[in-house]
């Protein structure tokens, strides 16, 4: 595997320098992505059109006409509009869509010379955490390639931990970034709900979806973040919250007087590994040396997270995977002679396993005799969750936890067992409950060498606050 610059500031200073050009960098990913093809992470690869994108940011760089993110090569996400490029979910249904127009993110990354490779793999319409669930295939954790790389937007971070781009654009319901981040030993962050546009994601839960960042350190992150957020007038959900300079603001330091961090006494409880715990403590105890206030905090509602996210984000996908009726676009089943029996087909036959059980769990929770009894209840539960993160910010300004239970588990070994699987989301499912940013850095590997991430939530739009006390663990 050819060995590339690990940032942007390095790609940068080798292009100024003469030893780098952009051409070279995306043909040198290309020949990563070819080599490591068992991983199984693209769907579709943009070759020819990124090194004529290469050349044409190259003379700008000479002419010093080059945005922010010139030699910045980016993977994205296949839930994620790119104009004239497939846009699958993972999913038979979807497998020969073009999308029509490019994502709000996609058209600013762009804006500022960003180079886009070409589009990766994911749990199907992003319903799953361990990339288990495409139409496409599995994708392999480069660390371990018997083991998961995380989901569903395993691939994304499989293509920067592999070195076959330097970012790479995920989204997340419920810990689609952080998690995949944690088992391929990368950064990844979910910013706030609003903060990045959600024009040109496909939905799955609509009230939780999140357009997020994997890079392999917080600079990267914190310079895409920039890039990407601010309010957008096709998506009624974008706030309009001030666009900080995030790349800057990643470099700066706490005055460790000044913050209070506090770690939640639940998410150290049963089912969380040794390894894991014995890192992020010694993470902890780092932090009480640089002399910041460590304390521990309670999040009292947090043995319903898992019940309110899937009762919530089903009743969600329900919805809004009804557009996917084989009508309009998408896989049309052959084997119908009249049009409901076309309809139950084409959704039978279009839709995978765990996609047709979310829909059907969602369906019952939203019918009559059991829209109080579930889905009110939920919304409930989800406000209850929300408060509990109110009062621990007003105790403490960030709060520190495992990103995962435990370091990537094997390929199959869950896929069986949807109640397991799901347990993988138990430290991450809250802040897409309560809305609010989260970014897993890096925090150790256990005696098998496989990496896991330490998880730091912050207050409504303190995605600068989160870098900087990133910067503080790394």
């Known amino acids: 595997m050819h060995s590339i610059p690990q940032s942007h500031k390095e790609i940068t200073s080798l292009i100024k320098s003469g030893e780098l050009t952009c051409e070279s960098l995306v043909r040198q990913y290309l020949d990563n992505i070819h080599e490591q093809e068992d991983l199984n992470v693209f769907i579709s690869l943009f070759d020819s059109e990124a090194v004529e994108r290469a050349r044409e940011i190259d003379k700008k760089l000479k002419d010093g006409k080059a945005g922010k993110l010139a030699g910045a090569v980016f993977s994205v996400k296949d839930v994620i509009s790119v104009k004239d490029k497939l846009l699958t979910c993972g999913s038979k249904f979807l497998s020969n869509f073009e999308s029509l127009y ?83 030993g990368i950064t990844g962050l979910k910013a706030t709900y609003g903060r ?166 969602g369906t019952y929770v939203l019918s009559a005799g059991y829209y109080d009894a579930y889905y009110r209840k939920g919304q409930k539960a989800r406000t209850l969750i929300r408060k509990d993160f109110e009062k621990a910010f007003n105790e403490v300004d960030y709060i520190i936890s495992p990103t995962t239970p435990t370091t990537a588990f094997k390929l199959g070994e869950k896929i069986e067992d949807p109640l397991a699987m799901y347990l993988n989301d138990i430290y991450t499912v809250s802040a897409n409950l309560a809305g609010i940013p989260a970014i897993s850095v890096p925090a150790g590997q256990d005696k098998d060498g496989l990496p896991f991430g330490l998880q730091i939530m912050g207050k409504k739009f303190d995605e600068a606050g989160l870098l900087k006390m990133a910067n503080e663990i790394n």
């Open 196 to 361: 990045i546009s959600r024009f040109g994601l496909v939905a799955f839960a609509s009230s939780f979806d999140s357009i997020g960042i994997f890079g392999n350190n917080n600079y990267d992150i914190g310079l895409a973040l920039e890039v990407i957020s601010g309010f957008d007038e096709r998506d009624s959900t974008s706030s309009d919250h001030k666009v900080l300079n995030y790349a800057s603001e990643s470099e700066k330091n706490f005055d460790p007087k000044e913050i209070r961090i506090g770690y939640v006494k639940e998410y150290f409880e049963e089912g969380l590994s040794d390894a894991v715990r014995t890192g992020i403590n010694e993470k902890l105890d780092v932090l009480r040396k640089k002399g910041f206030t460590v304390k521990e905090i309670s999040l009292p509602s947090s043995k319903y997270v898992i019940q309110t996210y899937y009762i919530l984000t089903c009743a969600e996908a329900s919805s809004n995977l009804s557009r996917f009726d084989g009508v309009r676009y998408g896989v049309r089943s052959e084997n119908s002679d009249a049009v409901e029996e076309m309809y139950v087909n084409s959704r039978s036959e279009g839709f995978g396993e765990e996609v047709k059980r979310r829909i059907m769990l």
């Open 102 to 184: 490019n994502a709000t993110a996609v058209e600013r990354l762009l804006n500022e010379d960003a180079i886009i490779i070409g589009k990766v793999n994911c749990d199907e319409f992003a319903m799953g955490s361990s990339n288990e669930n495409s139409y496409f295939g599995h994708v392999k954790n480069p660390v371990d390639k018997t083991r998961v790389p995380g989901g569903s937007s395993g691939a994304s971070a499989v293509s920067v931990a592999a070195n076959m781009c330097l970012m790479s654009l995920g989204s997340e319901t419920g810990g689609s970034i952080r998690q995949p981040a944690s088992f391929c």
